[in-house]
């Protein structure tokens, strides 16, 4: 645990030192976003005692009910980033389209996409959800027209900056923009994120694998026998694995993040490309483990090398520990197959 207290303002401005040319911009675009999480983060923690619970009886474009909280968190964000003047257009699980800067506001050479609040089924019942977001530069930063739909295309790799907040037992901040994995907790008495875990890094290897099992008899057949191996006892003790499932990406990966494993949410029968959305879930998600010293892939290459071609596409995802997704994309490509790993069930 680092024992300084530096607030998440101040490890901006100390992370701004490092780039010269930095002109500052960037800085107040992380600032306007912190106040947008910590507005988020109040709102969760009370959602139980002010009706904010339950749905709005709308349904977004992705044909799921819209949670009153999913639309306060979009336009607390819309609200406090549409004006600061650092980015051109946004994109956003609630938005079908591009999210528009004012025409009244001054436009920036940034671009944010987000998921106000992922896992947003698993509000009525208090189980930790999150906020995703990542940054990227305008594909022409000379220009400040609107932002375009090409410069929300972009691949992954191309993120300035990407992270999420997780509303859990506290609420943390973990972000990154290249120079490693820094994580800050909310200490509501004071109203700051103070920096608690820097520089976190992703064990090499796990023993814990997170994906919905339920969908296993939908699954690629190689991907029952990758599952299947874990869980089958090996002499070394190092299978099999334990499961463990929250049903929000944000808190899966954080778990993974801290513990190790692989978390997955595979292509199936009824899902041919997976369920979770690559720019403004996987990707952000991809880039943090990534910079941790993980893995990212879609079973075939990596996610972050990925050209998206729409805002909303899906995408399969392996991510986790280095070793436990090179295992498993081998596995997908038939290189692994349980008979040969299968050990002796001696245990
Ligand atoms: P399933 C939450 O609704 C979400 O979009 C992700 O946060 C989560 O990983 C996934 O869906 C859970 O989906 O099909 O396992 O219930």
Not at 41 to 46: G, I, P
Request: aromatic residues 8%; negative net charge; glycine residues 8%.
């Amino acid at each position: 645990m680092d024992r300084r207290l530096v607030t998440i303002e101040r490890h901006i401005a100390e992370q701004q030192q490092q780039f010269p040319e930095a002109t500052g911009e960037f800085s107040r675009l992380l600032r306007d976003l912190t106040l947008a999480l910590r507005i988020i983060a109040r709102d969760v923690r009370r959602a139980g005692l002010t009706d904010l619970l339950g749905s709005t009886r709308v349904v977004n474009i992705h044909g799921e009910e819209v949670r009153k909280l999913d639309e306060l968190a979009h336009d607390v964000i819309f609200r406090a980033m549409d004006h600061g003047g650092h980015l051109c257009v946004m994109a956003s699980e609630e938005a079908e389209g591009l999210v528009h800067i004012p025409a009244n506001y001054r436009r920036g050479k940034y671009v944010m996409v987000f998921d106000p609040l992922d896992g947003s089924s698993n509000i009525d019942a208090n189980i930790t959800i999150g906020t995703i977001f990542s940054i990227y530069r305008r594909l022409d930063e000379s220009l400040d027209t609107p932002g375009t739909v090409e410069d929300i295309l972009q691949p992954g790799y191309r993120q300035v900056c990407a992270g999420y907040a997780v509303y859990g037992s506290s609420t943390q901040l973990v972000y990154t923009t290249g120079l490693g994995v820094d994580v800050f907790t909310f200490d509501p008495t004071i109203g700051e994120f103070l920096l608690s875990h820097p520089k976190v890094r992703i064990p090499p290897r796990g023993s814990i694998y997170s994906v919905n099992e339920g969908s296993f008899a939908l699954w690629d057949e190689r991907l029952q026998q990758y599952v299947t191996y874990l869980k089958t006892p090996s002499p070394d003790g190092r299978r099999p694995y334990s499961l463990r499932y929250v049903g929000t990406a944000v808190a899966d990966v954080h778990r993974t993040l801290f513990y190790g494993g692989i978390f997955m949410y595979p292509a199936s029968r009824s899902a041919p490309r997976g369920k979770l959305r690559l720019i403004y879930e996987v990707n952000p998600l991809a880039k943090i483990i990534t910079e941790a010293g993980g893995r990212a892939s879609d079973g075939t290459g990596n996610i972050l090398d990925i050209t998206p071609v729409d805002i909303h596409q899906r995408t399969p995802v392996f991510m986790g520990s280095a070793e436990d997704v090179t295992e498993v994309e081998q596995f997908l490509q038939g290189i692994h197959s349980f008979q040969q790993c299968a050990d002796v069930e001696s245990v």
